[in-house]
C-alpha cells in the first residue's frame, strides 16, 4: 500500500520560501505521476504543480510559474516542491497525491490514486 506524508509546511512572511516534501513508502516515487493541490479555508482545492511518471514532463499552472518548483528526489523517494515569493493567498492546506497511471499528471484530485494527510502553509502579510 502506497503512503504519501507531507512535511515542511509552516508560517512564513510574504515574500519568503517554503520547501514542501512529500515523502513515498510501499512504491517507488518514479512510478507514479505525483501531483501537489492546495485548499483554502472556504474555497475549493486547486491543482498546484504536477510532474510526470518516468521522465519529469512538469505542468504548472499560471498563478505558480515562475514562483513554485516541483522536482523528484529518487533517492530520498520523495516529491518535493520548492515555494518561493509567497503571498498571503498561498495560504493553504497543501497535499501531495501520486497517479498510478503512467504519463503526464491529471489536473483533477480525482484522477490520484493515493493522497498524503496535508501540510499547512500560512503566509502572513
Known amino acids: 500500500q502506497v503512503q504519501l506524508v507531507e512535511s515542511g509546511g509552516g508560517l512564513v512572511q510574504a515574500g519568503g520560501s517554503l520547501r514542501l516534501s512529500c515523502a513515498v513508502s510501499?512504491?517507488?516515487?518514479?512510478?507514479?505521476?505525483m501531483g501537489w493541490f492546495r485548499q483554502a479555508t472556504g474555497k475549493e482545492r486547486e491543482f498546484v504543480s504536477g510532474?510526470?511518471?518516468?521522465?519529469?514532463?512538469?505542468i504548472d499552472p499560471d498563478f505558480v510559474k515562475g514562483r513554485f518548483t516541483i522536482s523528484r528526489d529518487n533517492g530520498q523517494n520523495a516529491v518535493v516542491l520548492q515555494m518561493n515569493a509567497l503571498q498571503p493567498e498561498d495560504t493553504a492546506l497543501y497535499y501531495c497525491?501520486?497517479?498510478?497511471?503512467?504519463?503526464?499528471?491529471?489536473?483533477?484530485?480525482?484522477?490520484?490514486?493515493?493522497w498524503g494527510q496535508g501540510t499547512q502553509v500560512s503566509v502572513s502579510s
Open positions: 497525491a501520486a497517479q498510478s497511471r503512467r504519463g503526464l499528471p491529471s489536473l483533477e484530485w480525482s484522477g490520484y490514486d493515493y
Open positions: 510501499g512504491g517507488t516515487v518514479s512510478d507514479y505521476a
Open positions: 510532474i510526470s511518471s518516468h521522465v519529469d514532463a512538469i
